[in-house]
């Protein structure tokens, strides 16, 4: 139980294009999603906190018009990179609070390359 | 404001030799903490939590953490080392949620844990 399903896995895209990363609960309901970003060696940063039916609330450095979340439903949050840059090449993990008490359950994380 | 540091950016151990990885921890609350392991580019399984319970933690895969309030620390361990068990390691702290906190996690720096046949 407690799953989070995260697509796609790897996906690669040219400068200037949008993608978007869909983060699923399979089979719970969760009300807020968070957003991580890993560069290589690196520990994972917060982004965002998507929060269903409200504004995701983001982290400092952030640019909120670049990563648009959307969180319209209790199991799913979309993180989009919109006009993708080299830099924006990274790993993006989204979590959500288990339900089964303590600990947050991890979606198995998006390589996007920017080429 | 809450922060975890891990002491250690790479620790090598031998198969069969005892694992500890090294976690300090800073919070202005009383903190839940874990553990979690990322093996490449793979999403991050939790091996424990401490949530104020029993200050010594069990976890799977025969990992084990110690809560140890006066020291601040939540090191991780475990008795025997298998290959399967390389990868990288995070410490992380949340505070209890509240209508300001949402109880989103801080990550440590990683540990990455190499084991030797």
């Known amino acids: 139980g407690a799953v989070v399903s995260q697509h796609p896995s790897r996906v690669i895209c040219k400068s200037g294009t949008s993608v978007k990363i869909e983060c699923r609960s399979l089979?719970?309901?969760?009300?807020?999603m968070f957003w991580y970003r890993q560069f290589p060696k690196q520990s994972l940063m917060l982004m965002a906190t998507?929060?269903?039916?409200?504004?995701?609330?983001?982290e400092q450095g952030v640019e909120k018009d670049k990563f648009l979340i959307n969180h319209a439903s209790l199991t799913l949050s979309t993180l989009t990179v919109t006009s993708a840059h080299p830099e924006d090449s990274s790993f993006y993990i989204c979590?959500?609070?288990?339900?089964?008490?303590?600990?947050?359950?991890f979606g198995s994380g998006t390589r996007l390359t920017v080429v | 404001a809450q922060s975890v540091t891990q002491l250690d950016s790479h620790v090598s151990v031998s198969e069969g030799t005892p694992v500890l990885l090294r976690c300090n921890y800073s919070?202005?609350?009383?903190?839940?903490l874990f553990w979690y392991v990322q093996h490449p580019n793979k999403g991050l399984q939790l091996l424990l939590k401490?949530?104020?319970?029993?200050?010594l933690v069990k976890g799977i895969n025969g990992f084990e953490a110690e809560f140890k309030k006066s020291e601040t620390s939540f090191h991780l361990t475990k008795p025997s080392a298998h290959m399967s068990d390389a990868a990288e390691y995070f410490c992380v702290v949340s505070d209890p949620i509240s209508s300001s906190n949402t109880g989103k996690l801080i990550f440590g720096q990683g540990t990455t844990l190499q084991v030797k046949p």
């Open positions: 401490y949530t104020s319970a029993a200050t």
């Open positions: 979590s959500a609070k288990s339900p089964l008490g303590g600990g947050y359950t």
């Open positions: 919070s202005s609350y009383s903190p839940s």
């Open positions: 998507s929060n269903e039916g409200s504004k995701a609330t983001y």
């Open positions: 089979d719970f309901q969760a009300t807020t």
